[in-house]
């Protein structure tokens, strides 16, 4: 009778752990579609294994053992002088070293290659954009097309992007899961960061650093487009009748939250380095700002 029980507990257990975890069904990362989006998930898909080799032995072994030398299994060998096995001995430290060998190799090798700040090889220009980020919202200004926009990012398919990164706010973290690598946007700084998209499509841009109260709905359409459509785009938001300046952006600073998408047709040049300026006075080009030597995926 007592057994019966264990198995409907073990079995409610497992129905509940299928509900609770219905919320992680939606694994966009391993879903990439760009070049640094694929790189990540084959170093996530090759850590998961490599760890695997060593939590499913032990999950195994933590099921089996107790099973196999239980006081009632009478057939279970029964040796109380056992203290040694050179075979167990080797595998416990060859095992471990082994993988944590080639974790370090990968490790070692993709930080220098993925690189945020490093430009990727394309024989396309890089489309160069800024973004801030505010409460609760982002902006996205567009310097060579002269145009911004909030919450939300069109851009070509299969052209380089290359970000500027700076926040009028508290810290938070710029990503594009489909796209890859998630950087830290920071008051008074500037990180760079680069992507690009393999194929048009819609995807999800998003802040990881919890920031306040409109946290939740700090979201962004990504939108990749052939160029065409992009340049299309590009004429649409030019007639807007909105201009971005300083005035405008101090009515930007205010918190709000699910702002709906903003056009505006032409951006004060020089409000980006403005942002920057209010929480760092100095120079762009002193090394206290982005210039900074770097590391990994922020500085």
């Known amino acids: 009778m007592k057994r019966k029980w264990h198995y409907a507990f073990t079995i409610l257990l497992l129905l509940c752990a299928v509900v609770l975890l219905q919320g992680c069904s939606e694994l966009i990362v ?26 499913l032995p032990v999950i195994i072994m933590s099921l089996w053992f107790p099973l196999k030398y239980r006081s009632t299994n ?26 944590v060998s080639v974790l370090s190799f990968l490790a070692w090798r993709d930080t220098h290659r993925l690189d945020p700040y490093l430009p990727l090889k ?31 990012f069109v851009f070509p398919a299969k052209v380089p992007l290359s970000f500027q990164i700076t926040s009028d706010t508290v810290m938070t973290s710029f990503f594009i ?26 995807y999800i841009g998003q802040n990881q650093q919890f ?33 971005l300046d300083l005035a405008r952006f101090k009515e930007l600073q205010k918190p709000s939250s699910s702002v709906p998408v903003l056009y505006f047709s032409s951006v004060d040049p020089d409000l980006f380095e ?4 209010q929480y760092n006075p100095m120079p ?16």
């Open 30 to 55: 391993l879903n990439p579609k760009g070049p640094i989006g694929h790189s990540e998930r084959f170093l996530i898909i090759v850590s998961f294994v490599l760890m695997l080799l060593v939590v």
């Open 74 to 99: 009478k057939n279970a060998p029964y040796d109380p002088n056992w203290c040694y096995s050179k075979k167990i001995e080797i595998a416990m430290w060859l095992i471990p070293i082994v993988i």
């Open 122 to 152: 394309s024989d396309a220009a890089p489309l160069q954009v800024k973004v801030v980020s505010l409460d609760w919202k982002w902006l996205f200004i567009y310097p060579e097309q002269n145009i911004a926009v909030v919450n939300e």
């Open 177 to 202: 899961p489909q796209l890859g690598s998630q950087i830290y946007a920071m008051a008074g700084m500037e990180t760079k960061l680069h992507l690009m998209a393999d194929e048009p499509g819609e």
């Open 211 to 243: 920031s306040g109260a409109g946290y939740p709905a700090m979201t962004f359409k990504a939108l990749a487009d052939s160029k065409e459509h992009f340049e299309a785009w590009v004429r649409q938001v030019k007639q807007s009748p909105q201009r």
């Open 274 to 277: 403005s942002i920057i300026r």
């Open 284 to 299: 762009m080009d002193a090394p206290a700002t982005g210039d900074m030597p770097h590391s990994g995926h922020g500085q």
